[in-house]
T-cell receptor
């Protein structure tokens, strides 16, 4: 596998379910990100991890809980979500500090639908 | 706080023609990077082109080029000889030098017509 992978690609869950999204990067990067992409809204940064430490939590509700066990893996644990949380969740990675331009590499996303 | 604005929600262009996508941004920073990302339908977001703010020369990548006007805080993307595979959402994005938080615009949906 190359680049940034995400599983599952599609997820449908009820408001009382607990599920997790997984992201894996094969680029040797040391920073990973979760973004939320909703229809008709700009991409919203949710969480940033650098060297496995959370460095940014962009006012995200506690029903979203990130986990970064190592520099290659990032999880987003979901519980008691709301229908408005339905969106495409994108994972990205980058190398920090960057020798050039802080380019982030994105995964294909998980399409989440909350019923 | 930084903001990135893409004023064209949707655009279309005939195959082989040229199209320009607009992006403006607002920041008080002097050192930063600007990007255009492409997100094809149901496919991964990929970087199209990047521009370092300290460079006056506009970046070019094959058929893609930018018009970077730092004083005007404008960063437009020109696609020459448009191809059907250029059909996608295009996002303009901004990041500080030595930062790790990308700020995205709302996107422009480009349709290339045969």
């Amino acid at each position: 596998e190359t680049g940034v992978t995400q599983t599952p690609r599609h997820l449908v869950m009820g408001m009382t379910n607990k599920k997790s999204l997984k992201c894996e990067q094969h680029l040797g990067h040391n920073a990973m990100y979760w973004y939320k992409q909703s229809a008709k809204k700009p991409l919203e940064l949710m969480f940033v991890y650098s060297l496995e430490e959370r460095v940014e939590n962009n006012s995200v509700p506690s029903r979203f809980s990130p986990e970064c066990p190592n520099s290659s893996h990032l999880f987003l644990h979901l519980h008691t979500l709301q229908p408005e949380d339905s969106a495409l969740y994108l994972c990205a990675s980058s190398q920090e500090p960057s020798p050039s331009s802080n380019e982030q590499f994105f995964g294909p996303g998980t399409r989440l639908t909350v019923l | 706080a930084q903001t990135v604005t893409q004023s064209q929600p949707e655009m279309s262009v005939q195959e082989a023609e040229t199209v320009t996508l607009s992006c403006t941004y607002d920041t008080s920073e002097n050192n930063y990077y600007l990007f255009w990302y492409k997100q094809p339908p149901s496919r991964q977001m990929i970087l199209v082109i990047r521009q370092e703010a300290y460079k006056q020369q506009n970046a070019t990548e094959n058929r893609f080029s930018v018009n970077f006007q730092k004083a005007a805080k404008s960063f437009s993307l020109k696609i020459s000889d448009s191809q059907l595979g250029d059909t996608a959402m295009y996002f303009c994005a901004f990041i500080f030098n030595a930062g790790n938080m990308l700020t995205f615009g709302g996107g422009t949906r480009l349709m290339v017509k045969p």
